[in-house]
């Protein structure tokens, strides 16, 4: 039984499109967390959503996390070939950001030049 | 700043055999993670170290797999005998303590063949 569940799990664009990319869960969590792994590398942090409802934008990202935190949403505009890789949510079970993170399956995001 | 680093980068062996991962992570670090990552799915945490203690081991096969962290910096990885399924990529990471964002190594990607 996956506790995060990733949607889609593949997805090829056309640079300059958007997307969306959706991470959900019966179970609430203290944090949230998106990162971007590369072919051959360990996944980087892009960013942690703490409060339910919280908007965050980097560049051209904004993330999401839901009023009951229990999923959050990564939205993409004007997709470039640089964002290609696999992105990852991850909740943390704890209390008080403990550290401990359950990873959803992952989107594995291809965009076309 | 150095990052998490690990060895060795790549592992090939026969079912039954032996095999250990190192990780050295970035100093001060109070907070080590062994995470499998299997081809397609998120990363699964295995073991997680406070300084040299063991916080949670649960989803740890414990009859193969074991892992230290003495003197709380550097940790090992075993596995003892692989196994076809233990095919995989194995990452580490680390987080200060209190902190909950988490830095990955490059991982080691095992081939039991």
């Known amino acids: 039984t996956q506790l995060l569940e990733q949607s889609p799990q593949f997805l090829s664009i056309q640079e300059g499109e958007n997307l969306t990319v959706y991470c959900n869960s019966s179970s609430v969590f203290s944090s949230l967390q998106w990162y971007r792994q590369e072919p051959g590398e360990g996944p980087v942090l892009l960013v942690t959503v703490v409060t339910g409802g919280e908007v965050k934008k980097l560049k051209r990202l904004t993330f999401q996390f839901g009023d009951a935190r229990k999923d959050s949403s990564l939205h993409i505009t004007a997709a470039q070939p640089g964002d290609t890789g696999l992105y990852l949510c991850?909740?943390?079970?704890?209390?008080?950001?403990?550290?401990?993170?359950?990873f959803g399956q992952g989107t594995t995001l291809q965009v076309k030049p | 700043e150095a990052g998490v680093a690990q060895s060795p980068r790549y592992k090939i062996i026969e079912k039954r055999q032996s095999v250990a991962f190192w990780c050295n992570p970035i100093s001060g670090h109070a907070t080590l993670y062994w995470y499998q990552q299997i081809l397609g799915q998120g990363p699964k945490l295995l073991i997680q170290?406070?300084?040299?203690?063991?916080?949670?081991d649960s989803q740890l096969p414990k009859d193969r797999f074991s892992a230290e962290r003495l003197k709380g910096v550097d940790s090992t990885l075993k596995i003892q005998p692989a196994k076809l399924e233990d095919s995989a990529v194995y990452l580490c990471?680390?987080?200060?303590?209190?902190?909950?964002?988490?830095?990955f190594g490059s991982g080691t990607q095992l081939s039991v063949l």
């Open positions: 990471a680390s987080s200060p303590q209190g902190f909950r964002k988490l830095f």
């Open positions: 991850a909740g943390d079970l704890g209390s008080s950001n403990t550290g401990k993170l359950i």
């Open positions: 170290f406070q300084n040299n203690g063991v916080v949670d």
